[in-house]
C-alpha cells in the first residue's frame, strides 16, 4: 500500500507540474513577434494541428492553400500558401505567428489565436451585442502547439 501511495503522490505533482507549465495568453514573451519557449511544454501533434487547419477553430485553410490538404475543399487566397512554411519560418517563428500574427506583422487581418485582451470592440458570436465575462483565445495553448508541429511537416520538396 506505501508503494501505491508514493506512485500516486509522484502522479499527482507530475499532473500539477504540467500543468503549471502552460503559458496563459496574458503571460505569453514576444521578442519580434517570435515566441521562443513551446506554451505547455509538450510537443504538438502534428495529426491534431491538421485537423485544426480545417472547419472549426482553427479554420487556417479559409484563408490559406495548403496542397497536403487539398482533400478538405476551398482554400482561402488572403493569406499566403502554407506550403514550406517550415522552410520559411523557424518553430518559434510560426508559434508567434499562429498565437498572434499581429506581433510580427503589422496590419495583418489574421486573426489573434492565443489573445484575450487589448481588442477595440469584441462581440457576443453573432448577436450584435458586446462580448460579456471572461475571453477565451480561439485556439488553446496545446491547439497552438499541435498547428505549429504540422506547420513544420510542411517543407519544400
Known amino acids: 500500500m506505501t508503494r501505491f501511495a508514493i506512485f500516486a503522490a509522484t502522479a499527482s505533482l507530475c499532473a500539477t507540474s504540467a500543468a503549471a507549465e502552460i503559458v496563459k495568453p ?16 509538450t510537443p504538438g501533434d ?21 496542397t497536403e490538404l ?18 520559411r519560418w523557424s518553430e518559434a517563428e ?3 505567428i499562429v498565437a498572434d500574427a499581429k506581433q510580427m506583422f503589422d496590419g495583418t487581418m489574421m486573426p489573434s489565436f492565443y489573445r484575450v485582451d487589448g481588442f477595440i470592440r469584441l462581440g457576443d458570436a453573432y448577436t450584435g451585442d458586446a462580448h460579456q465575462g471572461e475571453v477565451e483565445p480561439l485556439l488553446t495553448a496545446q491547439q497552438i502547439e499541435d498547428v505549429v508541429a ?8
Open 26 to 41: 496574458t503571460d505569453v514573451t514576444f521578442v519580434d513577434g517570435v515566441i521562443e519557449a513551446s506554451l505547455t511544454g
Open 46 to 66: 502534428p495529426a491534431a494541428g491538421a485537423e485544426i487547419m480545417d472547419k472549426g477553430a482553427g479554420n487556417c485553410i479559409a484563408c490559406h492553400a495548403v
Open 70 to 87: 487539398d482533400h478538405l475543399g476551398f482554400h482561402g487566397e488572403i493569406g499566403p500558401p502554407l506550403d514550406g512554411a517550415a522552410d
Open 94 to 96: 510560426l508559434r508567434g
Open 150 to 157: 504540422y506547420l513544420m511537416t510542411l517543407k519544400d520538396e
